[in-house]
């Protein structure tokens, strides 16, 4: 649950030990570089032809992240980037800053890989900040009401930080059910002129040094990937000197902006909703898609209270409301989450994420992602008809997925169960999964490599044969040594990818699959290389490992 797929040597040195040492471990490692990285994709490529857009660092967002998250050793820090990453969303799937400059992206990769073990207020802060988000959620620039003009202020932002962000819609109690009005209905938090009361808070921040007018830009782009890595300033005689009013709070008239934005961001931490509404997501993105409301409660009061004991009697947190490592420790120990109360419960768990299945495939079997940028397959796996996901690149400010989907027309649905993966599995995302897995079980990248020259030449980038015909391969050695016997290789992959979990049905059904292939598959190493992957791909498209248990 806390990575993104266990490997072979870390399962035999962790074998006998403490989980509450591991957790500290993994919340004291040094973190994965990202912006640093970012930086380095920045400067490789010498030819610019279409000035903005450098084509061949545009992905280097997502080469970082591939690489981070397949080798980096500070996994449970990576899952918690990819987890506030659907919460407090920006996307560089289009145009401008966060598309141009891939340093935009970066410095926010940045900031969560900071905050993922800090405190949620201060997440929320440098956000507020931050060049991606105000690009992403149309508030850089944003300046104070003028009458005469018939201009207000941007509200994008205030909205999306009350309903996505931070407290939903909804009153909520404790335990992150509804509470519900003297009418039977949920109680709606905030109207309209909440919204443009903070509206408000949230004007001023802007810089000269993001223009990208097109006179004189050649000039500036220096400017500009300097100016899009650092906290926006606050420009006064933009902020809206009004008082500002939202939530049951009012921030005086004539407020200084940073001193605004400090207040009306401490007002909305200060609200009850906060721990329930974040805590329940990040359960859904690690552990379960319906934690129950006692999960809920236990979460969030450890959100509250900034402190977890572990289980072996050391504190987690340092006693501040949102702190996000007392959180992540009080999800993954919580008492719902161990096998003995998840497995009897058949509506406990959750559909994998596709990028998640697929960076296991990478780490169980020891690819190679130091150079992910030699794998076309992997530069954009968000259309649907490949895996409906990729990091960083949400179609829209409300996530892949909403928390709380209920999927028509399956049996989950008829229950009433949130299943959010499953708003992007469909007839084409589902086969585009198996065939994204089949090109990197099937080793096709040492096949296709030579295909990479072009991108790399055309931004006289060197190429690197080697590291392209090696790159997204997997070693089957220990695999190898089992495909002449299909019962222990599946028990092999059901211990790997499964832990141990697979059904009796499927472990059949598997096996005798593996025992009708032709008896020439297996007398060349070509052939029984394609065995593995077959078995390989077959196991994880199995409803088995398709739902984390």
């Known amino acids: ?252 008239e004539n407020t200084p902006g940073r001193q605004s934005i400090s207040l009306a961001l401490d007002h909305i931490m200060d609200h009850p909703n906060v721990g329930p509404f974040v805590g329940r997501q990040i359960i859904q993105r690690f552990v379960t898609s319906n934690p129950s409301p006692a999960y809920v409660e236990r979460v969030a009061a450890a959100f509250d209270q900034g402190l977890y004991t572990l289980p072996d009697g050391a504190l987690v947190g340092e006693g501040r409301k949102g702190d996000l490592a007392a959180t992540i420790a009080a999800i993954l120990f919580d008492d719902a989450a161990q096998p003995a109360a998840a497995l009897p419960d058949d509506q406990f768990g959750k559909v994998r994420e596709p990028v998640i299945r697929l960076v296991h495939f990478m780490r169980a079997f020891d690819t190679d992602m130091s150079s992910p940028e030699y794998v076309r397959a992997l530069y954009d796996t968000a259309p649907i008809n490949v895996l409906g996901q990729h990091p960083f690149r949400s179609p829209s400010v409300f996530n892949f997925y909403r928390p709380g989907y209920v999927a028509p027309g399956t049996l989950s649905g008829e229950l009433g169960l949130h299943a959010p993966e499953l708003q992007i599995v469909n007839a084409s995302s589902t086969p585009g999964y198996i065939n994204l897995l089949s090109y990197g079980a099937f080793g096709t990248q040492r096949e296709e490599f030579a295909s990479m020259r072009p991108v790399f030449t055309n931004f006289s980038v060197p190429f690197d044969q080697e590291r392209a015909r090696t790159t997204f391969v997997p070693d089957y050695t220990e695999e190898l040594a089992l495909v002449d016997d299909p019962a222990a290789l599946i028990d092999h992959l059901d211990n790997l990818l499964l832990y141990g979990s697979m059904t009796a049905d499927t472990r059949r059904l598997l096996i005798e699959t593996m025992e009708e292939l032709p008896h020439n598959v297996f007398a060349s190493e070509d052939g029984r290389e394609d065995a593995v992957a077959f078995a390989v791909t077959m196991v994880m498209s199995s409803p088995d490992y398709l739902v984390q248990r």
């Open 1 to 252: 649950m806390a990575t993104f797929g266990p490997v072979p040597d870390e399962v035999a040195r962790l074998t006998g030990t403490d989980a509450s040492a591991w957790i500290k471990e993994q919340f004291a490692l040094t973190r994965s570089p990202y912006l640093s990285e970012v930086e380095v994709y920045y400067g490789m490529g010498t030819r610019r032809p279409m000035m903005l857009a450098d084509g061949f660092d545009q992905g280097s967002t997502s080469w970082v992240f591939w690489r981070n998250a397949a080798q980096g050793e500070d996994q449970l820090r990576q899952r918690m980037i990819f987890a506030l990453s659907q919460v407090l969303v920006v996307s560089n799937g289009s145009g401008g800053l966060l598309g141009i400059f891939p340093q935009t992206l970066g410095r926010y990769q940045e900031i969560l890989s900071e905050h993922a073990f800090g405190n949620y207020r201060d997440l929320l802060e440098d956000v507020t900040y931050s060049v991606a988000m105000a690009e992403y959620l149309t508030y850089l620039g944003n300046q104070k009401g003028d009458s005469a003009a018939g201009r207000v202020p941007d509200e994008n932002y205030a909205r999306e930080i009350l309903q996505l962000f931070t407290i939903g819609l909804v009153e909520l109690n404790p335990d992150g059910t509804p509470r519900l009005g003297p009418d039977g209905k949920p109680i709606e938090l905030y109207t309209n002129e909440d919204i443009t009361g903070l509206a408000r808070v949230f004007t001023g921040l802007a810089s000269a040094d993001l223009s990208l007018d097109l006179d004189g830009i050649a000039g500036r782009i220096p400017t500009i990937t300097t100016a899009v890595t650092q906290p926006l300033p606050m420009i006064e005689s933009r902020h809206s000197p009004k008082e500002k009013s939202f939530l049951g709070t009012t921030i005086p």
